[in-house]
């Protein structure tokens, strides 16, 4: 399964999944995934701007492994592709800003849910 992250006109970061933009009304589940790729997308245009460069050409490839024994994906691969004339000494630099992406720490160490409902007040005191 892939999610293809890029930039528009505008810089705005586009989720597409074969060719169609992700929503919410095509599926929660796909945009929740496509948050760690749009996060790293985040962090790589930030980078990108502080140095002068350009977003054209930047494009992200999330790769999600699918566990079908689970129905889980097992993990994810970002794919930064940066244009020809990026300089290779940054290389290790972009990598790092993908690393401090918030969505990517979370997924490593996830929060625990807890599903409450007004009616559990009501549960307590019967």
Do not use: W
């Amino acid at each position: 399964m892939e999610i293809e992250i890029k930039f528009d006109e505008y810089g705005r970061i586009i989720p597409l999944m074969n060719g169609q933009q992700i929503t919410m009304e095509v599926s929660p589940f796909l945009i929740f995934l496509a948050t760690a790729g749009m996060c790293s997308a985040v962090f790589v245009q930030a980078f990108m701007n502080q140095r002068g460069m350009s977003t054209d050409g930047v494009k992200i490839v999330q790769k999600m492994n699918y566990n079908q024994f689970t129905n889980q994906v097992s993990d994810i691969d970002i794919h930064v592709d940066l244009p020809d004339h990026f300089p290779a000494k940054y290389n290790k630099a972009i990598k790092n800003v993908v690393d401090q992406c918030p969505v990517k720490q979370h997924l490593l160490t996830p929060p625990t849910f807890n599903v409450i409902t007004n009616l559990d007040k009501a549960e307590v005191e019967a």
